[in-house]
């Protein structure tokens, strides 16, 4: 099937939603079963995207509805865009509902599958590449690499009021796990601290990459024991994205900058 038929609508039952994963930023990244059914769908419901030409592959007619946190502006709550996605769903309509990278790694795409189920609304689910994938292909680092990492853990840095919080033994046990933290920026030096405490090497390769798999991408390399500091005065913007392991010592130097500059910086700045 061509990939693109003017004014085609598949010949499903009416009323449905898909979580689409849009990938980490890049619109080439979205793929080939989320570009169609994005440009089928009646309703698109996006968040900030990383990936605004992305809209721009929707239908003319399609209604277009942001959700995503923005300055000066109340976030929808999540249970509001719940509500909203069966709402369309209910009256016949396709709906897309977009995410960043991966819907099901720390975007809520489970509470969304699950409230749909519940209403009784079909869910399709279409995987996205998630931030880890993208950033670590964009500077040449290979999550797993034999001899050097036989694990990844996927992280969440920052997590919602009362939850456990990082295992912070668990995640500085093993020399060949890659450990990567989403939402991490701002708690660098919590990550610095939890892994070091629990005896991972402060010499351990870090790689911090802002705005991963886009033309805005920065990326700086560091060690664990110079975390904080590379985070506080790197002048690295959200989302960004913190790889810790051994790994990271295969960065491709024309991806990724020495934070040795930085160190100076934080050293006039002490
Ligand atoms: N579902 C998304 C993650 C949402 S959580 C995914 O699968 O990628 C948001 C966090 O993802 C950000 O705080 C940041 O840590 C990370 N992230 C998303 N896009 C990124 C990008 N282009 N570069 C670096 N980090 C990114």
């Not at 609508?9 to 689409?20: D, F, N, T």
């Not at 749909?116 to 999550?143: D, H, K, N």
């Not at 853990?153 to 933290?181: E, I, K, M, P, Y």
């Not at 024991?225 to 790994?247: F, H, K, M, N, Q």
Request: aromatic letters at 2%; a positive charge.
């Amino acid at each position: 099937m061509p990939l693109h038929e003017p004014g085609a609508r598949p010949a499903r039952a009416p009323g449905r939603v898909c979580l689409v994963g849009a990938g980490p930023g890049d619109p080439d990244l979205i793929t080939v079963a989320g570009l169609k059914r994005l440009r089928v769908a009646d309703v698109v419901v996006h968040d900030r995207l990383g990936a605004p030409a992305l809209l721009g592959e929707c239908r003319a007619d399609a209604l277009r509805i942001d959700v995503g946190k923005q300055a000066g502006r109340h976030p929808v709550s999540q249970g509001d865009i719940n509500a909203l996605l069966v709402r369309h769903a209910a009256a016949g309509r396709e709906v897309v509902r977009l995410k960043g990278g991966d819907p099901f790694i720390f975007g809520r795409g489970g509470e969304e599958m699950i409230a749909l189920r519940q209403a009784g609304i079909p869910v399709e689910v279409v995987p996205g590449i998630t931030a880890a994938s993208a950033c670590a292909a964009a500077t040449g680092i290979a999550l797993t690499h034999r001899g050097l990492a036989s694990e990844v853990s996927l992280v969440a840095a920052h997590q919602r009021a009362g939850a456990a919080g990082c295992d912070w033994a668990s995640l500085a046990a093993r020399r060949d796990r890659t450990l990567v933290f989403y939402m991490g920026l701002s708690q660098a030096a919590d990550i610095a601290q939890g892994l070091l405490r629990h005896g991972r090497p402060g010499g351990t390769p870090v790689v911090l990459v802002s705005d991963g798999a886009t033309p805005r991408q920065r990326a700086l390399r560091c060690t664990l024991d110079c975390l904080a500091s590379t985070a506080r005065y790197g002048g690295l913007a959200s989302p960004c994205l913190i790889l810790v392991g051994e790994v990271g010592a295969m960065a491709d130097p024309r991806a990724v900058v020495l934070a040795e500059a930085v160190e100076e910086v934080a050293k006039w700045a002490a």
